[in-house]
T-cell receptor, first 115, second 111 residues
Framework: GAVVSQHPSRVICKSGTSVKIECRSL??????MFWYRQFPKQSLMLMAT?????????EQGVEKDKFLINHASLTLSTLTVTSAHPEDSSFYIC???????????FGPGTRLTVT | QKEVEQDPGPLSVPEGAIVSLNCTYS??????FMWYRQYSRKGPELLMY????GNKEDGRFTAQVDKSSKYISLFIRDSQPSDSATYLC???????????FGQGTRLTINP
């Protein structure tokens, strides 16, 4: 149990375009989902926390107009990188936490490359 | 002082050795303690989760928490090449949603 999937696993896009990444909890209802960014050989950096049906809470320094997060259902959250630039190239990972549960389970990650 | 300190390694040991990975923390409000394993280009995988001082064992893995010393450890017995990965400690306060991660320790088990 506790499986989280992400799609796509990797994406290449041109500078100025937008990219949407999906995160799904496959076998549990995720009341809270988290989006992280990870640079090579570094730890995870939390970008935002979203609760189902509520607006996401962004960490300091993360542009909410650039990184749009939607958590429309208990099994799906999306991250849209708008007007992507090469510096947005990174590994984006989502995680999810179920109702009444303490554990947080991670997706496999999405590698974004902006050319 | 950093909230969480974790030696980034790299740590290289022979197959079959006992591995000890450690983290120290300064926030006494941390109540939940986790260890994640992350293979290259993959998302972290939850290995161990505990919320009290003492030991918790799961197969070849033992997590140890010492709240009085603000110190947690992960022991891997009979280490295998497939254990080669980055190990991240993580902490959470009671009532909080977000995790605070250590930097991660890169571990290599040599056959």
């Amino acid at each position: 149990g506790a499986v989280v999937s992400q799609h796509p696993s990797r994406v290449i896009c041109k500078s100025g375009t937008s990219v949407k990444i999906e995160c799904r909890s496959l076998d549990f209802q995720a009341t809270t989902m988290f989006w992280y960014r990870q640079f090579p050989k570094q730890s995870l950096m939390l970008m935002a926390t979203s609760n189902e049906g509520s607006k996401a809470t962004y960490e300091q320094g993360v542009e909410k107009d650039k990184f749009l997060i939607n958590h429309a259902s208990l099994t799906l959250s999306t991250l849209t990188v708008t007007s992507a630039h090469p510096e947005d190239s990174s590994f984006y990972i989502c995680s999810a936490r179920g109702r009444g549960r303490d554990e947080q389970y991670f997706g496999p990650g999405t590698r974004l490359t902006v050319t | 002082q950093k909230e969480v300190e974790q030696d980034p390694g790299p740590l290289s040991v022979p197959e079959g050795a006992i591995v000890s990975l450690n983290c120290t923390y300064s926030n006494s409000a941390f109540q939940y303690f986790m260890w994640y394993r992350q293979y290259s280009r993959k998302g972290p995988e939850l290995l161990m989760y505990t919320y009290s001082s003492g030991n918790k064992e799961d197969g070849r893995f033992t997590a140890q928490v010492d709240k009085s010393s603000k110190y947690i450890s992960l022991f891997i017995r009979d280490s295998q090449p497939s254990d080669s990965a980055t190990y991240l400690c993580a902490f959470r306060e009671e009532g909080a949603q977000k995790l605070v991660f250590g930097q991660g320790t890169r571990l290599t088990i040599n056959p």
